[in-house]
């Protein structure tokens, strides 16, 4: 079973625009990250952010975890045509080895 | 650096016949993930690997489904006999150790059975 739900399931934005997705997972994390897959292609890591850390910036990304809610958002800024893709968040268990649990992704559509 | 590669990347089979999936990971990951990727739906860990000892293989259909990584380099997902079901990527992805969070995706391998 899947533990994280994003939400929108599709997004579909003009180039320029923000994108905010969002994920909800259900038991205690270590960490929590965000991977990006193109069409027909494997994924790609983007960024982690901790249990203890509330906010992260890589470039156009910024992330925020709120443990309290158990819930997470991926925010791109000012996307571009080549942002068209599926992202997924993937939450590691507290305690646990590193395996990771997915959730089944927001689709985002970037339109020039 | 090589990434994770897979192969092969598109396989079409009949039901009840074999297939197998190939997967060489970035040079010097000791950890070794096999996903399936259903559609619309993210990756679920198949079996995980530390060097060549399966240390979880909890979700792997064991009836069908087997796995090897012989030397502790490369490894083979195989499935046999195939099913409707089984229709789905198939991703391998690897880590530089259990310890390590991030983890490399290859391409995958997009199987259907007919």
């Known amino acids: 079973s899947q533990q994280g739900e994003e939400d929108p399931q599709a997004l579909s934005i003009q180039e320029g625009e923000n994108a905010t997705m969002n994920c909800s997972y259900k038991?205690?994390?270590?960490?929590l990250q965000w991977y990006r897959q193109n069409s027909g292609r494997g994924l790609v890591h983007l960024i982690l952010?901790?249990?203890?850390?509330r906010e992260k910036h890589s470039g156009r990304l910024r992330v925020t975890l709120d443990t309290s809610k158990k819930s997470s958002s991926l925010l791109i800024t000012a996307s571009r045509a080549a942002d068209t893709a599926s992202y997924f968040c993937a939450t590691k268990f507290s305690g646990g080895y590193n395996k990771l649990i997915f959730g089944a992704g927001t689709r985002l559509a970037v339109h020039p | 650096e090589a990434g994770v590669v897979q192969s092969p990347r598109y396989k079409i089979i009949e039901k009840k016949q074999p297939v197998a999936f190939w997967c060489n990971p970035i040079?010097?990951?000791?950890?070794l993930y096999w996903y399936r990727q259903n559609l619309g739906q993210g990756p679920e860990l198949l079996i995980r690997y530390e060097n060549e000892e399966a240390v979880d293989d909890s979700q792997l259909p064991k009836d069908r489904f087997s796995a090897e990584r012989l030397k502790g380099v490369d490894s083979t997902l195989k499935i046999q006999p195939a099913e409707l079901g089984d229709s789905a990527v198939y991703l391998c992805?690897?880590?530089?150790?259990?310890?390590?969070?991030?983890?490399?995706f290859g391409p995958g391998t997009r199987l259907t059975v007919l």
């Open positions: 992805a690897s880590s530089l150790d259990f310890g390590t969070d991030t983890q490399y």
């Open positions: 952010i901790r249990s203890n850390e």
């Open positions: 040079s010097g990951h000791n950890t």
């Open positions: 038991t205690s994390i270590n960490n």
